[in-house]
């Protein structure tokens, strides 16, 4: 699968969990604060983010999940996005091959890669 296409399937995606309003909203906020700021929100949320991921993916009623979160929840999902986006831009620049159609998985595995997975203990 092109990396435009693997792209395109998961803005969709993250736009029919959050709405459009909702990661504009989020993005305008990540740009009003400072970089650390944003990082900070990205360690505190990291495991939750991975749960919340899981979750969406797995519900038979994902609105039901996403209506219960808070702006900040909402705001570090959307930074996850973008960060993993633009690594997987970097890594993959032409795309996968044989890569799960499913724009849910494709999704799911931009926001959960193995560095969030990790122990930042360790």
Do not use: C, H
Request: hydrophobic content about 40%; aromatic content about 6%.
């Amino acid at each position: 699968m092109k990396s435009d296409d693997i792209f395109k399937a998961s803005v969709q995606v993250m736009k029919n969990f959050l709405g459009a309003g909702e990661v504009a909203a989020a993005i305008s906020r990540a740009r009003n604060r400072d970089g650390e700021t944003n990082i900070e929100m990205l360690d505190t949320y990291r495991t939750q983010i991975n749960d919340l991921v899981r979750e969406i993916v797995e519900s038979g009623d994902p609105d039901n999940v996403v209506r219960e979160l808070t702006v900040e929840m909402k705001d570090a999902l959307v930074l996850r996005y973008l960060r993993n986006r633009d690594i997987f831009k970097q890594t993959f620049p032409e795309g996968i091959d044989g890569i799960d159609p499913d724009p849910a998985a494709i999704w799911e595995a931009i926001m959960i890669s193995p560095l969030d997975e990790a122990d930042p203990s360790r």
